[in-house]
Protein backbone atom coordinates (compact mmCIF):
# COMPACT_ATOMS: atom_id res chain seq x y z
CA UNK A 1 0.00 0.00 0.00
CA UNK A 2 1.01 3.48 -0.96
CA UNK A 3 -0.68 4.76 2.29
CA UNK A 4 -1.82 8.90 1.83
CA UNK A 5 -0.01 10.28 -1.22
CA UNK A 6 -0.42 14.01 -2.20
CA UNK A 7 0.36 16.57 -4.73
CA UNK A 8 2.68 18.39 -5.50
CA UNK A 9 5.05 18.42 -3.04
CA UNK A 10 5.64 22.12 -3.26
CA UNK A 11 4.20 25.17 -5.06
CA UNK A 12 4.72 28.81 -5.77
CA UNK A 13 1.10 30.85 -6.25
CA UNK A 14 0.89 34.26 -7.02
CA UNK A 15 -2.26 36.06 -5.03
CA UNK A 16 -5.15 35.36 -6.40
CA UNK A 17 -4.05 32.41 -8.54
CA UNK A 18 -6.36 29.44 -7.59
CA UNK A 19 -5.04 25.53 -7.26
CA UNK A 20 -6.35 21.81 -6.36
CA UNK A 21 -4.08 20.43 -3.58
CA UNK A 22 -4.61 16.29 -4.07
CA UNK A 23 -4.92 13.83 -2.18
CA UNK A 24 -5.41 9.78 -2.53
CA UNK A 25 -5.67 6.95 -0.04
CA UNK A 26 -5.73 3.46 -0.75
CA UNK A 27 -6.32 2.01 2.41
CA UNK A 28 -10.24 2.12 2.41
CA UNK A 29 -10.06 4.27 5.14
CA UNK A 30 -13.66 6.11 5.25
CA UNK A 31 -12.63 9.16 7.06
CA UNK A 32 -10.54 11.51 5.57
CA UNK A 33 -8.80 15.06 6.90
CA UNK A 34 -6.99 18.44 5.39
CA UNK A 35 -5.19 20.12 8.04
CA UNK A 36 -2.76 22.85 7.24
CA UNK A 37 0.48 23.84 9.90
CA UNK A 38 1.99 26.96 10.10
CA UNK A 39 5.44 27.65 11.75
CA UNK A 40 5.97 26.78 15.35
CA UNK A 41 1.73 25.83 15.46
CA UNK A 42 0.14 22.90 15.61
CA UNK A 43 -2.17 21.27 12.73
CA UNK A 44 -5.50 22.85 12.76
CA UNK A 45 -8.34 21.37 11.01
CA UNK A 46 -9.43 22.63 7.83
CA UNK A 47 -12.12 20.01 6.38
CA UNK A 48 -13.06 16.74 6.65
CA UNK A 49 -14.89 13.72 5.23
CA UNK A 50 -16.74 10.65 6.72
CA UNK A 51 -17.36 8.98 3.53
CA UNK A 52 -18.03 9.40 0.04
CA UNK A 53 -20.06 12.71 -0.73
CA UNK A 54 -20.16 13.94 2.66
CA UNK A 55 -17.88 16.39 3.87
CA UNK A 56 -18.00 19.45 6.59
CA UNK A 57 -15.60 22.32 8.23
CA UNK A 58 -13.15 22.41 10.61
CA UNK A 59 -11.58 24.99 12.75
CA UNK A 60 -10.17 27.03 9.64
CA UNK A 61 -12.35 26.05 6.71
CA UNK A 62 -12.43 29.62 5.08
CA UNK A 63 -10.88 30.17 1.86
CA UNK A 64 -10.89 26.41 0.89
CA UNK A 65 -13.47 23.76 -0.61
CA UNK A 66 -13.78 20.05 -1.02
CA UNK A 67 -15.36 17.62 -2.32
CA UNK A 68 -15.49 13.79 -1.63
CA UNK A 69 -16.85 12.00 -4.87
CA UNK A 70 -14.77 8.61 -4.16
CA UNK A 71 -13.84 6.87 -1.12
CA UNK A 72 -9.81 7.21 -2.44
CA UNK A 73 -9.92 11.02 -3.20
CA UNK A 74 -10.17 14.04 -1.38
CA UNK A 75 -8.92 17.23 -3.15
CA UNK A 76 -8.80 20.22 -1.59
CA UNK A 77 -9.54 23.54 -3.33
CA UNK A 78 -8.17 26.96 -2.86
CA UNK A 79 -10.22 29.43 -5.17
CA UNK A 80 -8.32 33.05 -4.85
CA UNK A 81 -4.80 32.15 -3.20
CA UNK A 82 -3.68 34.78 -0.19
CA UNK A 83 -0.76 34.85 1.46
CA UNK A 84 -2.35 33.81 4.31
CA UNK A 85 -2.64 30.42 2.72
CA UNK A 86 0.86 30.02 2.66
CA UNK A 87 1.82 27.00 4.62
CA UNK A 88 2.23 23.00 5.02
CA UNK A 89 -0.98 21.13 4.05
CA UNK A 90 -1.32 17.95 5.06
CA UNK A 91 -4.03 15.20 4.29
CA UNK A 92 -4.89 12.27 6.74
CA UNK A 93 -7.26 9.49 6.61
CA UNK A 94 -8.79 6.99 9.16
CA UNK A 95 -10.80 3.78 9.20
CA UNK A 96 -13.81 4.31 11.25
CA UNK A 97 -14.48 7.33 13.61
CA UNK A 98 -12.99 9.95 14.02
CA UNK A 99 -11.45 9.16 17.14
CA UNK A 100 -9.32 6.14 15.50
CA UNK A 101 -5.37 6.79 14.37
CA UNK A 102 -4.53 9.10 11.61
CA UNK A 103 -2.27 8.45 8.64
CA UNK A 104 -0.65 11.73 7.12
CA UNK A 105 0.87 12.32 3.75
CA UNK A 106 4.24 13.60 3.21
CA UNK A 107 2.37 17.47 3.03
CA UNK A 108 2.09 20.06 0.13
CA UNK A 109 4.14 23.16 0.80
CA UNK A 110 2.42 26.30 -0.34
CA UNK A 111 3.78 29.60 -0.56
CA UNK A 112 1.73 32.68 -1.66
CA UNK A 113 3.27 35.73 -3.14
CA UNK B 1 -8.44 29.21 25.48
CA UNK B 2 -6.47 26.29 23.36
CA UNK B 3 -7.86 23.20 23.19
CA UNK B 4 -4.70 21.37 24.06
CA UNK B 5 -1.83 23.04 25.31
CA UNK B 6 1.63 21.81 25.71
CA UNK B 7 5.13 23.10 26.51
CA UNK B 8 7.09 24.36 22.98
CA UNK B 9 10.43 23.34 24.45
CA UNK B 10 12.79 23.07 23.51
CA UNK B 11 14.15 20.30 25.86
CA UNK B 12 17.67 19.17 24.81
CA UNK B 13 18.63 16.40 27.11
CA UNK B 14 22.07 14.08 26.87
CA UNK B 15 21.82 10.57 25.60
CA UNK B 16 20.18 8.34 27.97
CA UNK B 17 18.43 10.71 29.73
CA UNK B 18 15.02 11.03 31.07
CA UNK B 19 12.62 13.25 29.96
CA UNK B 20 9.03 14.07 30.22
CA UNK B 21 6.71 15.88 28.46
CA UNK B 22 3.26 17.21 29.60
CA UNK B 23 0.23 18.45 27.51
CA UNK B 24 -3.32 19.82 28.91
CA UNK B 25 -6.86 19.99 27.40
CA UNK B 26 -9.28 22.32 28.02
CA UNK B 27 -12.43 20.22 27.20
CA UNK B 28 -13.43 17.59 29.53
CA UNK B 29 -15.46 15.82 27.29
CA UNK B 30 -12.21 14.91 25.43
CA UNK B 31 -12.67 11.23 24.85
CA UNK B 32 -9.54 10.30 22.72
CA UNK B 33 -5.71 11.11 23.02
CA UNK B 34 -2.67 10.54 21.38
CA UNK B 35 0.95 11.53 20.89
CA UNK B 36 2.60 11.86 17.32
CA UNK B 37 6.18 12.19 16.61
CA UNK B 38 7.04 15.01 13.99
CA UNK B 39 10.70 14.65 11.98
CA UNK B 40 11.45 18.25 10.45
CA UNK B 41 9.71 18.60 7.24
CA UNK B 42 7.97 15.57 7.45
CA UNK B 43 4.49 14.17 8.32
CA UNK B 44 3.12 13.46 11.90
CA UNK B 45 3.41 10.01 12.87
CA UNK B 46 1.95 7.94 15.64
CA UNK B 47 3.91 7.16 18.34
CA UNK B 48 1.13 6.04 20.98
CA UNK B 49 -2.08 6.37 21.39
CA UNK B 50 -3.04 7.20 25.61
CA UNK B 51 -5.71 5.01 27.34
CA UNK B 52 -7.22 6.00 31.15
CA UNK B 53 -5.00 3.21 33.16
CA UNK B 54 -1.89 4.55 31.23
CA UNK B 55 0.19 2.28 28.56
CA UNK B 56 3.60 1.71 27.90
CA UNK B 57 5.80 0.89 24.90
CA UNK B 58 9.31 0.13 25.32
CA UNK B 59 10.88 3.34 26.30
CA UNK B 60 7.76 5.38 26.13
CA UNK B 61 5.25 5.67 28.88
CA UNK B 62 2.13 7.47 28.10
CA UNK B 63 0.06 8.41 30.88
CA UNK B 64 -4.03 10.31 31.16
CA UNK B 65 -5.01 12.02 34.45
CA UNK B 66 -8.92 13.64 33.64
CA UNK B 67 -9.41 14.71 36.86
CA UNK B 68 -6.23 17.32 36.29
CA UNK B 69 -7.12 17.06 32.21
CA UNK B 70 -3.49 16.63 31.28
CA UNK B 71 -1.53 13.86 29.46
CA UNK B 72 2.14 12.74 29.82
CA UNK B 73 4.80 11.44 27.85
CA UNK B 74 7.83 9.92 29.71
CA UNK B 75 11.31 8.37 27.04
CA UNK B 76 13.52 6.27 29.18
CA UNK B 77 17.17 5.71 27.90
CA UNK B 78 16.98 8.58 25.38
CA UNK B 79 18.00 7.94 22.12
CA UNK B 80 20.03 10.33 19.07
CA UNK B 81 16.89 9.14 16.91
CA UNK B 82 14.12 10.40 19.72
CA UNK B 83 15.00 14.26 18.70
CA UNK B 84 11.94 15.29 16.91
CA UNK B 85 9.04 17.37 17.84
CA UNK B 86 6.33 15.49 19.56
CA UNK B 87 2.53 16.90 19.01
CA UNK B 88 0.08 16.05 21.89
CA UNK B 89 -3.45 15.44 20.38
CA UNK B 90 -6.98 15.06 21.95
CA UNK B 91 -10.62 15.47 21.05
CA UNK B 92 -13.98 13.95 20.68
CA UNK B 93 -16.20 14.68 17.82
CA UNK B 94 -12.61 16.63 16.39
CA UNK B 95 -9.01 16.60 16.98
CA UNK B 96 -7.38 18.83 17.93
CA UNK B 97 -3.51 18.96 17.88
CA UNK B 98 -0.65 20.50 20.30
CA UNK B 99 1.68 22.82 18.87
CA UNK B 100 4.56 20.21 19.48
CA UNK B 101 7.10 20.04 21.97
CA UNK B 102 10.67 19.81 20.44
CA UNK B 103 13.67 17.51 21.69
CA UNK B 104 17.10 16.74 20.83
CA UNK B 105 18.91 14.32 22.10
CA UNK B 106 22.54 15.70 22.06
CA UNK B 107 25.74 12.60 22.21
Known amino acids: NAGVTQTPKFRILKIGQSMTLQCTQDMNHNYMYWYRQDPGMGLKLIYYSVGAGITDKGEVPNGYNVSRSTTEDFPLRLELAAPSQTSVYFC????????????FGPGTRLLVL | RKEVEQDPGPFNVPEGATVAFNCTYSNSASQSFFWYRQDCRKEPKLLMSVYSSGNEDGRFTAQLNRASQYISLLIRDSKLSDSATYLC????????FGTGTSLTVIP
Open chain 1, 92 to 103: ASSYRVREETQY
Open chain 2, 89 to 96: VGGGNQFY
